[in-house]
């Protein structure tokens, strides 16, 4: 069974940085690409950052362009999201997310696999 597993998550506060990783248990060679997604309370589900697999190329919200940068460990099969100089704004739980499909995750459309989500809280 296909897991990601996150971890990093916490609470900082503003100005401060939280870095995330996620550890795919599967083989990501069919992995198009992968991505990270957040969703805070009443609000929904929106992208970060993806990252396109093959090549490395990355996708920015832009609520985040200049603060968030994402990157990922073929060997490890693990993709990584460093975030700096946090808002509250920011708060959210942070997910993982694959697609077998897509080559940029810009929605939830094409993503199948989904982390249980990291827990990111920025106080002010």
């Known amino acids: 069974q296909v897991q990601l597993v996150e971890s990093g998550g916490g609470l900082v506060q503003a100005g401060g940085s939280l870095r995330l990783s996620c550890a795919a248990s599967i083989d990501t060679i069919c992995i198009s690409a992968m991505g990270w997604f957040r969703q805070a309370p009443g609000k929904e589900r929106e992208v970060v950052a993806a990252?396109?697999?093959?090549?490395?190329?990355?996708y920015y919200a832009d609520s985040v362009k200049g603060r968030f940068t994402i990157s990922r460990d073929n060997a490890k099969n693990t993709v990584y999201l460093q975030m700096n100089s946090l808002k509250p704004d920011d708060t959210a739980v942070y997910y993982c997310?694959?697609?077998?499909?897509?080559?940029?995750?810009?929605?939830?459309?094409?993503?199948?696999?989904w982390g249980q989500g990291t827990q990111v809280t920025v106080s002010s």
């Open positions: 990252i396109r697999w093959s090549s490395g190329s990355p």
């Open positions: 997310a694959a697609s077998r499909t897509i080559d940029v995750i810009t929605t939830t459309l094409g993503v199948v696999y």
